[in-house]
């Protein structure tokens, strides 16, 4: 079955970049996502991008994408002490339905 | 836009309870909504998939007759934790939206407690 894989932890200091990497087994993945998950609550659709494309810009966002090292990767410009969460890689795979395959997660801790 | 709300945020009841979780689009029409448990720092589970008008979709060991969902309108799918025990307690959060190829948005989440 598919398989995503995160680092569990990841600490940096406010201000500098941080990136969160991603790597996933199946090659037949057509969308891939990254959520924010803050403590207690749901989770917050950061962004997306087609399976098709390498790199994707949002504001202090850019997402990755190496198809075929299957690695995908989030990085956070001039990171807050706000962005301390926990940051889900996620994937939807060809015949599947849509349904979402989420990595292990990622937490983020920002220090001052 | 495509804003879930999840309804209750916190659940506290005891043994043999029947519990109702509302989860509604407030902003589109859902085609399709998830429901997922979460154990403390784990990843999401998927339990089921509610496409309105059918019945649910079940993951491969979920109980459907412990885990009831019904999605009677394309704005909302409720899930029913029948005869709750502690076991049951989790993070339960759906999802939903509208169309094959769009993301899915959560909701906040349903902390149920099982006493």
């Known amino acids: 079955g598919e398989d995503v894989e995160q680092s569990l932890f990841l600490s940096v200091r406010e201000g500098d970049s941080s990136v969160i990497n991603c790597t996933y087994t199946?090659?037949?993945?057509?969308?891939l996502y990254w959520y924010k998950q803050e403590p207690g609550a749901g989770l917050q659709l950061l962004t997306y991008?087609?399976?098709?494309?390498d790199m994707k810009q949002d504001q202090r966002l850019t997402v990755l994408l190496n198809k075929k090292d299957k690695h995908l990767s989030l990085r956070i410009a001039d990171t807050q002490t706000g962005d301390s969460a926990i940051y889900f890689c996620?994937?939807?795979?060809?015949?599947?339905?849509?349904?979402?395959?989420f990595g292990t997660g990622t937490r983020l801790q920002v220090t001052l | 836009g495509a804003v879930v709300s999840q309804h209750p945020s916190r659940v506290i009841c005891k043994s043999g309870t029947s519990v109702k979780i509302e989860c509604r689009s407030l902003d589109f029409q859902a085609t399709t909504m998830f429901w997922y448990r979460q154990f403390p720092k784990k990843s999401l589970m998927l339990m089921a998939t509610s496409n309105e008008g059918s019945k649910a979709t079940y993951e491969q060991g979920v109980e459907k007759d412990k885990f009831l969902i019904n999605h009677a309108s394309l704005t909302l799918s409720t899930l029913t934790v029948t005869s709750a025990h502690p076991e049951d307690s989790s993070f339960y959060i759906c999802?939903?939206?509208?169309?094959?190829?769009?993301?899915?948005?959560f909701g906040d989440g349903t902390r149920l407690s099982i006493l």
């Open positions: 999802s939903a939206r509208d169309g094959g190829s769009q993301p899915q948005h």
């Open positions: 991008i087609f399976s098709n494309m």
């Open positions: 996620a994937e939807t795979y060809t015949g599947t339905a849509s349904k979402l395959t």
């Open positions: 199946d090659s037949s993945s057509t969308y």
